[in-house]
């Protein structure tokens, strides 16, 4: 089983930008064949699907999220990041990454720890 981590959440005023890291750590093979998938979940609410990209490059988004956030991969590093830009009070979570295709979160058994957003003036 490949274990990610994610990071570099943290405290933005509305309108600012934040880069989220996802890692890969252990597992036999190349981050470079998996699909990585981006979800959120904020206080009270179901975790939500926000972006994937997949391993040929193929970026899709929310439509929350479409034309505010960006999804790119540096497979030499092992590492998917997710650009936020013109981030807005609703994008207040605990954003996670994993590896799939599937946007339906109940589809996934394993979890890292995430890495928390907060948007706030």
């Known amino acids: 089983q490949v274990q990610l981590v994610e990071s570099g959440g943290g405290l933005v005023q509305p309108g600012g930008s934040l880069r989220l890291s996802c890692s890969k750590s252990g597992g036999i093979f190349s981050f470079s064949i998996y699909d990585i998938i981006w979800f959120r979940q904020a206080p009270g609410k179901q975790r939500e699907w926000v972006a994937s990209?997949?391993?040929?490059?193929?970026?899709t988004y929310a439509g929350t999220v479409k034309g505010r956030f960006s999804i790119s991969r540096e497979d030499a590093k092992s590492t998917a990041y997710l650009q936020m830009d013109s981030l807005e009070s609703e994008d207040t979570a605990v954003y996670y990454c994993?590896?799939?295709?599937?946007?339906?979160?109940?589809?996934?058994?394993?979890w890292g720890q995430g890495t928390q957003v907060t948007v706030s003036s």
């Open positions: 990209i997949s391993s040929s490059g193929t970026s």
């Open positions: 994993n590896t799939g295709r599937s946007v339906v979160a109940s589809t996934y058994l394993w």
